[in-house]
């Protein structure tokens, strides 16, 4: 069974749903079904439901609102959280085989692995150096530490 923990709102969370193999934060990511963004752009296009009726008029007061059909259609965009996770086989990044080989090996996160750092990763350049970064730092202090200590900095 795949460690759990608690958020600070008392949730217990499955480490291996918060967290991809790679190190990124599946939680924070923008894609995300149940993830922060989805459940935010979620709660935002339902307290404007009907909102679009409106923009034009309040345009007229503040020129901000003259894009609100361009902010409703990514607003909705996020709302819909179409992924449901790297583990889930859905991993944004097309080609990436992290997951395909920690589920081969039966292990969580790529820093388990005796081959960590391997070449056959096929991650994007910058991906590549989160996944070494956050692997590295998963093997000194554990997965539950890591995601604790990136809670609160930018998923992007």
């Known amino acids: 069974m795949a460690p759990r923990i608690t958020n600070k709102e008392d949730k217990t969370v499955d480490i291996r749903e918060a967290i991809a193999p790679c190190g990124l934060s599946c939680e924070k990511c923008l894609a995300k079904h149940g993830g922060t963004i989805q459940k935010a752009a979620a709660d935002l296009m339902h307290g404007l439901r009907g909102f679009e009726k409106h923009w034009k008029r309040f345009s007229g007061m503040n020129p901000a609102f003259a894009g609100y059909p361009a902010f409703s259609e990514i607003a909705s965009f996020l709302a819909k959280?179409?992924?449901g996770g790297c583990r889930s086989g859905q991993c944004l990044l097309g080609d990436c085989r992290v997951q395909r080989c920690v589920s081969e090996k039966a292990i969580g996160f790529c820093y388990e692995c005796e081959d960590f750092p391997c070449?056959?990763?096929?991650l994007p350049e910058r991906?590549?150096?989160v996944w070494r970064t956050a692997?590295?730092?998963m093997a000194d202090v554990g997965p539950e530490q890591y995601r604790e200590e990136n809670l609160n900095k930018p998923r992007y």
């Open 81 to 83: 959280g179409i992924c």
């Open 119 to 122: 070449r056959d990763h096929n």
């Open 127 to 129: 991906v590549e150096q």
């Open 135 to 137: 692997n590295a730092r």
